[in-house]
């Protein structure tokens, strides 16, 4: 089928379903006809699909890009056409009232917006324009905000019925876990930067990160040694639960045992200190072992140490590495997040957004992280992200 008789079915399916005030003037069959897309992934926009885009508290005093947009046309146009958007106050207590949610609109000024997109004569797309969002301190931490973009009108051109409202919910994160990365024992993440290779980062550092275990190894299932790993470089610096010798549901840190028996299905946040020729290790920000051991880091690897058989069932949050012997206070203080603008920082991932099937490195030092599977066979896998944590918190009991 051509593109054209394609765009001409759906607008005519749209015409057939939509209610009278989201249609703009009535499409006669043969007309000039638009809708609003969502550019990513190229969606028609729809109302009952908001676009959802968070950011940290810290994040504050920065721009974010919340959404991109454009027009696109059922046929090729003759001549400049000239589209316009506004935002649409009334939507968001339209959509509460219909779905049940309590979305605070979200006030204009944080919002900078392109209003005008041309679409030159022989296209059926025009220009890309983006809504761009103040990350404010005004703005109220953990609260669920919304604003809607209405195509108003295009110059030649009728509106195809509902599809002229884009949906976009924000919301700022602080003190909460957002998304997460989930793994199983056959996957493994690695830095991406072609070595894998974490040596320059010293022999001063801290590995830290929020991990929830979602299974041990037991006496019937014990892999190799009973080990599953968290993060780290084999037989330089390397947090695991179990080994011979060490209870599965407890983790050894750059060679230790730390003494604590950890529970499945609990969110934990855990930072290992090298500093100096010792070890400091750390448990939901409180200090529960200290060691007299040096260590480094090389190949650096997420849920994987020495082969494949020592993976792990978890999902991971906010994982970090420093170049700095982070101290007790920062690290109590930081548990959920840091600025990625932190001089200190060399990579960090916060597992809340996907690039290119890479978990990005938010500090800006080009480690992103890349999914592996454990065995040959098994390949590279697709990175997808989980939300079934928002909003929870650690037990700092």
């Given at each position: 089928?051509?593109?054209?008789?394609?765009?001409?079915?759906?607008?005519?399916a749209f015409?057939a379903?939509?209610?009278?005030e989201d249609?703009a003037?009535?499409?006669k069959?043969g007309s000039?006809?638009?809708?609003?897309?969502?550019?990513?992934?190229?969606?028609?926009?729809d109302?009952?699909?908001?676009?959802?885009?968070?950011?940290?508290?810290t994040d504050?005093?920065?721009?974010?890009t919340?959404a991109?947009?454009?027009?696109?046309?059922?046929?090729?146009?003759?001549?400049?056409?000239?589209?316009?958007?506004?935002?649409?106050?009334?939507?968001?207590a339209k959509?509460?009232a219909?779905?049940?949610t309590?979305?605070t609109?979200?006030?204009?000024?944080?919002l900078s917006?392109s209003?005008?997109?041309?679409?030159?004569?022989?296209?059926?797309?025009?220009?890309?324009?983006?809504?761009?969002?103040?990350?404010?301190?005004?703005?109220?931490d953990?609260?669920?905000?919304?604003f809607?973009?209405?195509?108003?009108?295009?110059?030649?051109?009728?509106?195809?019925?509902n599809?002229?409202?884009?949906?976009?919910?924000?919301?700022?994160?602080?003190g909460q876990i957002?998304?997460t990365?989930a793994?199983?024992?056959?996957?493994?993440?690695?830095?991406?930067?072609?070595?894998?290779?974490?040596s320059?980062?010293?022999?001063?550092?801290?590995?830290?990160?929020?991990?929830?275990?979602?299974?041990?190894?037991?006496p019937d299932?014990?892999?190799?040694a009973?080990?599953?790993?968290?993060?780290?470089?084999?037989?330089?610096?390397?947090?695991?639960?179990?080994?011979?010798?060490?209870?599965?549901?407890?983790?050894q840190?750059?060679?230790q045992d730390?003494?604590v028996?950890?529970?499945?299905?609990?969110?934990?946040?855990?930072?290992l200190?090298?500093?100096?020729?010792?070890t400091?290790a750390?448990v939901?920000?409180?200090?529960?072992?200290?060691?007299?051991?040096s260590?480094?880091?090389?190949e650096f690897?997420?849920?994987?140490?020495y082969?494949?058989g020592?993976?792990?069932?978890a999902?991971f949050?906010?994982l970090?590495l420093w170049k700095?012997?982070r101290t007790?206070?920062?690290?109590k203080?930081?548990m959920?997040?840091?600025?990625?603008?932190?001089?200190?920082?060399?990579?960090?991932?916060?597992?809340?957004?996907?690039?290119?099937?890479?978990i990005?490195d938010v500090?800006?030092n080009g480690?992103?992280l890349i999914?592996q599977?454990?065995s040959?066979?098994?390949?590279?896998?697709?990175?997808?992200?989980?939300?079934?944590?928002?909003g929870?918190?650690?037990?700092?009991?």
């Amino acid at each position: 089928m051509k593109k054209s008789n394609l765009i001409i079915g759906l607008f005519l399916a749209f015409a057939a379903c939509a209610p009278k005030e989201d249609v703009a003037g009535g499409a006669k069959l043969g007309s000039q006809a638009a809708v609003l897309l969502q550019k990513d992934g190229n969606k028609t926009a729809d109302f009952a699909s908001p676009i959802a885009v968070s950011a940290q508290a810290t994040d504050e005093g920065t721009q974010k890009t919340v959404a991109s947009y454009q027009v696109q046309l059922f046929k090729e146009n003759n001549t400049n056409l000239v589209a316009t958007v506004a935002l649409d106050e009334t939507q968001v207590a339209k959509y509460n009232a219909l779905y049940g949610t309590q979305y605070t609109l979200l006030p204009e000024k944080y919002l900078s917006y392109s209003k005008v997109l041309n679409i030159k004569a022989g296209n059926v797309l025009s220009e890309e324009g983006t809504a761009k969002l103040n990350i404010s301190s005004e703005l109220k931490d953990n609260t669920p905000y919304m604003f809607a973009l209405r195509l108003n009108s295009v110059s030649g051109a009728v509106i195809t019925p509902n599809t002229q409202l884009l949906m976009v919910t924000f919301e700022k994160i602080k003190g909460q876990i957002k998304n997460t990365l989930a793994v199983t024992r056959d996957e493994y993440l690695k830095i991406d930067n072609g070595t894998s290779d974490a040596s320059d980062i010293g022999d001063t550092f801290t590995m830290e990160g929020l991990i929830n275990v979602q299974k041990f190894r037991g006496p019937d299932d014990r892999g190799e040694a009973g080990i599953s790993t968290f993060m780290g470089t084999e037989g330089k610096a390397l947090m695991r639960f179990g080994d011979n010798g060490v209870d599965p549901d407890h983790m050894q840190a750059n060679g230790q045992d730390i003494g604590v028996k950890f529970k499945l299905n609990q969110w934990y946040h855990i930072a290992l200190v090298i500093d100096n020729g010792k070890t400091t290790a750390y448990v939901n920000g409180k200090k529960v072992s200290e060691f007299n051991k040096s260590g480094a880091l090389g190949e650096f690897f997420v849920g994987r140490s020495y082969s494949g058989g020592r993976g792990i069932v978890a999902r991971f949050s906010e994982l970090r590495l420093w170049k700095t012997a982070r101290t007790a206070a920062q690290i109590k203080d930081a548990m959920y997040e840091v600025s990625p603008r932190d001089g200190g920082l060399f990579a960090y991932w916060k597992m809340n957004e996907v690039k290119n099937n890479k978990i990005p490195d938010v500090s800006g030092n080009g480690r992103d992280l890349i999914m592996q599977g454990q065995s040959k066979k098994a390949g590279r896998q697709n990175i997808k992200l989980h939300d079934e944590d928002k909003g929870v918190k650690i037990n700092e009991e």
